[in-house]
């Protein structure tokens, strides 16, 4: 039994989709019923073809009489026969029991449709005695060349003249209905073998679904007879409890999450104790061991609600001011303070720290220097002959990974855009915001190892301008790692800034380049962390700015214990 109801649930879904393929094919074709539809279809161009034929053959006589007529009438009778008056009678007697015919094939329904009639027809009538007047005139001899009365010809061929109008509309007028039935028949050719098809996959359907339900039936006494027939019965019919058993899905789904949640954070915790980038402020002063002066941001193109640019003038602002209070004996000299900034590696983002910087002290009414280095005379692995010195290190100072390819699904996730904010007013060139006598640079030539000061350094350059005055002089030397540099530039240098990524592992390679540079220095040299995460900038400025909802703010302080606390998160 469960077999035969199994199959009969299928048996009928094919045939209800066999059904509804029949029904979609009869809307689809305007089919109400198709041999009706075919045989009236039918019938109609039958009788049409006969009116056609009928028509034709009483054209062709009507044209051989009038042919006849006219050669009895004379050459010079014919000529004034085709006469513009005439011939104008004559195409408007043809309109006119064309629109006629039209009507008497299609029916005319309603008083109106009958009016229509009755007007043209006296219309038509009108027109003949036109013309009949006119070929009366026309004509001065009563006979014809074979000596009949002229008139009796006249009138014959009238007569003829009138039955070939009529009968040529009537001919326009069947082509139009033999046409349309052409089409309706094209229509109907492919729908018969398409319905054909339909109906017999319907019937083999319908036979299955009855085979199957007699199966069923046939199934369901067997069954019957077999209950009727036993002699085996139930001495202790079964106890169904109430309620069912309890079982353990609670404690398996919470114990899984559990597990999940422990693996999660087993791993977040692994990862962590395993990162040895120097990542934020605390773990760089412990892996470079120098001390660290300040922070810079990543400048992404997309930071939400944040004010970024407020964050990231507040951490210059910092820094600038742990450079003013190592620079404080200097500034009591009256002298220039030179402040070095260099790194193990290339693309650390030097000259846009320095860049930075500079902008900042320029603000705060101080008159500044910078020196950069050219590409021209270092080693291919330091310079990119498509991209110049500062475009190469202001656009890889960031060093964000590429993230154009995943953009949309980073979106769709919920990321933000990690792509880099070209546009940012932290990433222009210097010479945007500096003087010509403010940003300058120097040629890594032979001199230059021998530099003990900035003054060393523009030797054999165009500028000619005494920078005594200056309050700071900003020097950017290339990469320790890679390049040599001038020992006695590096001791007599007030302060040497390292610039090192966040996002970078630091070698014993660095520390070891790092190690022979703080022998030189007068003093240690300082660290200056670049490219850094949002998060790792509350560890200096606190909460940052930036509009949160009620909820978030609220579940902040559960998180933190603040349950008293008032301030706007």
């Not at 049409?48 to 042919?67: H, V």
């Not at 050719?189 to 007699?214: D, F």
């Not at 077999?226 to 404690?251: C, G, H, M, V, W």
């Not at 932290?426 to 403010?438: D, V």
Request: glycine share 4%.
């Amino acid at each position: 039994m469960k077999y035969f109801e199994y199959q009969l649930v299928q048996s009928a879904a094919r045939l209800k989709v066999g059904e509804d393929k029949l029904l979609k094919f009869n809307e689809d074709n305007n089919i109400i019923n198709y041999y009706e539809q075919s045989k009236a279809v039918a019938n109609v161009k039958e009788d049409l073809d006969n009116q056609y034929n009928d028509k034709r053959i009483k054209l062709a006589g009507t044209k051989a009489a009038i042919e006849r007529i006219e050669e009895k009438l004379g050459n010079q009778k014919q000529i004034q026969l085709q006469s513009a008056a005439i011939l104008e009678k004559r195409n408007r007697l043809s309109s006119i029991n064309s629109k006629i015919a039209t009507l008497e094939i299609l029916g005319v329904s309603g008083a109106a449709g009958e009016s229509k009639m009755v007007n043209l027809k006296l219309e038509a009538e009108q027109v003949k005695d036109e013309i009949r007047n006119s070929v009366s005139e026309l004509y001065n001899s009563n006979n014809s060349t074979e000596g009949l009365p002229i008139t009796n010809l006249l009138v014959e061929w009238i007569n003829n003249v009138i039955v070939y109008e009529d009968t040529r509309a009537g001919i326009d007028v069947l082509k139009d209905r033999i046409t349309e039935f052409q089409k309706q028949y094209a229509i109907y050719a492919p729908a018969g073998a398409n319905l054909k098809r339909i109906e017999r996959e319907i019937s083999v359907s319908e036979q299955e679904y009855l085979e199957i339900l007699h199966g069923l039936n046939l199934a369901k006494l067997k069954v019957q007879d077999a209950e009727l027939s036993a002699t085996i019965k139930a001495t202790d019919p079964p106890f169904y409890p109430l309620s069912p058993n309890p079982t353990k899905r609670k404690f398996l789904v919470i114990a899984a999450a559990l597990v999940g949640f422990l693996i999660v954070l087993t791993s977040i915790l692994v990862m962590e104790y395993f990162d040895e980038t120097l990542k934020n402020a605390v773990n760089a002063s412990k892996i470079v061991r120098l001390k660290t002066i300040g922070i810079f941001p990543k400048i992404f193109l997309n930071v939400g609600s944040l004010n970024f640019q407020f964050v990231t003038n507040r951490l210059l602002e910092l820094t600038v001011q742990q450079i003013d209070l190592l620079m404080s004996k200097n500034r009591e000299l009256n002298k220039p303070c030179t402040i070095l900034f260099l790194s193990s590696l290339s693309q650390e983002g030097k000259t846009v720290i320095a860049r930075n910087i500079a902008w900042k002290l320029k603000k705060q009414g101080k008159k500044i220097l910078f020196l950069n280095y050219s590409n021209d005379f270092l080693r291919p692995v330091e310079s990119n002959p498509d991209l110049d010195a500062d475009a190469s290190t202001l656009v890889n100072s960031i060093q964000v990974p590429s993230q154009k390819h995943f953009r949309f699904i980073r979106k769709m996730f919920g990321y933000s855009d990690n792509s880099i904010d070209l546009s940012s007013p932290f990433l222009q060139r210097p010479e945007t915001i500096l003087g010509k006598q403010e940003y300058l640079t120097y040629q890594i030539n032979p001199h230059y190892f021998s530099a003990r000061n900035y003054a060393d350094l523009l030797e054999g350059t165009n500028n000619v301008s005494n920078h005594s005055s200056d309050d700071f002089i900003l020097i950017e030397i290339p990469p320790i790692l890679y390049n040599s540099y001038p020992p006695q530039l590096i001791a007599t240098a007030d302060l040497a800034v390292v610039v090192g990524r966040s996002n970078r592992d630091w070698s014993e390679a660095d520390q070891k380049a790092l190690d022979h540079l703080t022998k030189i220095t007068g003093q240690p040299p300082v660290f200056l962390l670049n490219g850094v995460e949002i998060e790792v900038i509350e560890s200096i400025l606190g909460d940052l700015p930036k509009k949160r909802s009620w909820l978030r703010r609220m579940v902040k302080r559960l998180v933190r214990f603040q349950f008293n606390s008032k301030n706007e998160l």
